[in-house]
């Protein structure tokens, strides 16, 4: 089922300028073999049904970790940027 459109996706479609942020996350997007790189990792990534508390899904857990090291962020940063840039299309559907 498709979402709702917020206030805050239309100011975003409606946005003139990218920025080069932007630009290189949608190349990656097109130049990244993303399920070839998941069903790599998704081997070793911890199984859902512990106890305590629930992981973040396998592929926005391993985009972010991309992220984080082409920006090369710390952990504190890399949630500090999905908090203040408005998230582009590759990252707009993550359940963070």
Not at 2 to 30: G, I, W
């Amino acid at each position: 089922m498709p979402r709702q459109s917020s206030f805050a996706d239309f100011d975003y479609n409606h946005k003139k300028r990218r920025t080069r942020r932007e630009v290189f996350l949608s190349k990656m997007e097109r130049v990244m073999p993303w399920p070839v790189l998941l069903s790599h990792v998704e081997t070793r990534y911890p199984k859902a049904g512990r106890r305590g508390r629930q992981q973040i899904a396998l592929e926005s857990m391993f985009r972010l970790y991309c992220m984080q090291n082409w920006f090369n962020l710390s952990d504190r940063e890399m949630e500090d940027t999905l908090y203040e840039i408005e998230v582009c299309g590759a990252l707009r559907d993550f359940s963070v």
